[in-house]
């Protein structure tokens, strides 16, 4: 999740082009230690609820549950803005395969602890696989119009409430979240909705980044 070298001020150049900036922005940054501290905060509750060591499992709760989804949606919308920085100027394929290969190992690592931890709701298909395959999913969209980019994203959220269909429930399919039913597994990002989020990062990252990177705070 290294934003490597961000997105540059062009004064000439439009929000939307694609341009690299020299140095990281410390205030992208600081975004994802925010959002690892909450992460970290929210497996320790949940942790502690599983072995009973607190009354109720407060990570479950429906209070627990949104604090869930808004921690997960913020990754994937730094995700969605850390390829636009990483990749301004065109697909920078090195860096790119070595991201994929660090996120996709400890997806696989995830996976393989959790079937010994918990095999009948092991992770297959959780934050991390989400992270990994978007990654490349996205590439695509850094260089169409930040708006198509917006709009593919809105589908993609939306598709699960329009399309879902018990046809698609097959386990093999589960990673699409498009089927009725839900998993039994401990951590479910299916790419619709979430690879949704982001593109939404993507489209934000190509229209705010080339103004924040010159801003107060993008300084900082």
């Known amino acids: ?6 997105l540059a001020s062009a004064s000439a150049a439009s929000p939307e082009a694609p341009t690299s900036a020299p140095g990281r922005i410390p205030a992208i940054d ?41 921690i997960a949606g913020s990754f994937l919308v ?13 697909v920078r394929l090195r860096p790119t395969l070595l991201r994929l290969l660090r996120v996709g190992g400890a997806a696989i690592l995830i996976t393989f602890a959790t079937y010994v931890a918990f095999p009948d709701s092991f992770i297959f298909f959780g934050i991390l696989h989400c992270i990994a395959a978007s990654s490349v ?5 850094l260089f169409v119009p930040a708006i198509v980019t917006a709009l593919a994203g809105a589908l993609v959220v939306a598709l699960p409430h329009l399309a879902a269909h018990p ?28 690879f949704g989020i982001v593109l939404f990062g993507v489209a934000l990252g ?8 010159r801003s107060r705070p993008g300084l900082w």
């Open 1 to 6: 999740m290294r934003s490597d070298p961000p």
């Open 30 to 70: 600081a975004a994802r230690a925010t959002a690892l501290a909450a992460m970290a905060a929210y497996h320790l509750t949940w942790d502690l609820g599983y072995l009973r060591l607190t009354p109720e499992n407060a990570a479950l709760s429906p209070a627990g549950r949104i604090a869930a989804h808004v």
């Open 206 to 213: 190509r229209i705010a980044l080339p103004r924040f990177a």
């Open 167 to 194: 046809a698609l429930d097959a386990p093999a399919l589960f990673f699409l979240g498009l089927g009725r039913l839900t998993p039994q597994t401990n951590d479910y990002v299916p790419l619709f909705p979430w």
């Open 137 to 141: 999913l996205a590439l695509p969209f």
């Open 78 to 90: 730094l995700v969605g803005a850390g390829l636009v920085l990483m990749n301004g100027r065109g």
